[in-house]
């Protein structure tokens, strides 16, 4: 069984920048694909960025050059370094993890366990 912990949500201005963190407990954190989505109101969950066991990252086209994921093994840790915010990017983001590294790592039938998400507001 795994858990995760989203933090570091709030409300930012347009162009900002906030990182998310997202803490995992059980002993497979190193062997996990982990990966961060959003749903933003009346939307469909989306993926954002997923990173496999070996440090490789992969992003949905609308993030990439803004929105970097990183691992630290050592903390059983995710973040996703958010920056130059648009309000498009407003929505509930959740952390998840899963044993796949294939080519549909953003798809988020891959991940078994999810966290309870954390808010991300751009305000225009």
């Known amino acids: ?13 347009a162009g900002g920048s906030l990182r998310l963190s997202c803490a995992a407990s059980g002993r497979t954190f190193s062997s996990s694909t982990m990966g ?5 109101p009346g939307k469909e969950r ?5 990173i496999n066991r070996s440090g490789g990252t992969y992003s949905t086209d609308s993030v990439k ?7 630290d093994n050592a903390k059983n840790t995710v973040y996703l370094q ?7 990017d407003t929505a509930v983001y959740y952390c ?12 988020s039938r891959n991940y078994n366990y999810w966290g309870q998400g954390t808010q991300v507001t751009v305000s225009s």
């Open 1 to 13: 069984q795994v858990q995760l912990r989203e933090s570091g949500g709030g409300l930012v201005q």
């Open 36 to 40: 961060w989505f959003r749903q933003a």
């Open 46 to 50: 989306e993926s954002v960025a997923a």
């Open 65 to 71: 050059g803004r929105f970097t994921i990183s691992r």
């Open 82 to 88: 958010m920056n130059s915010l648009k309000p498009e």
């Open 96 to 107: 998840a993890a899963g044993g796949y590294s294939g080519t549909y790592i953003l798809s």
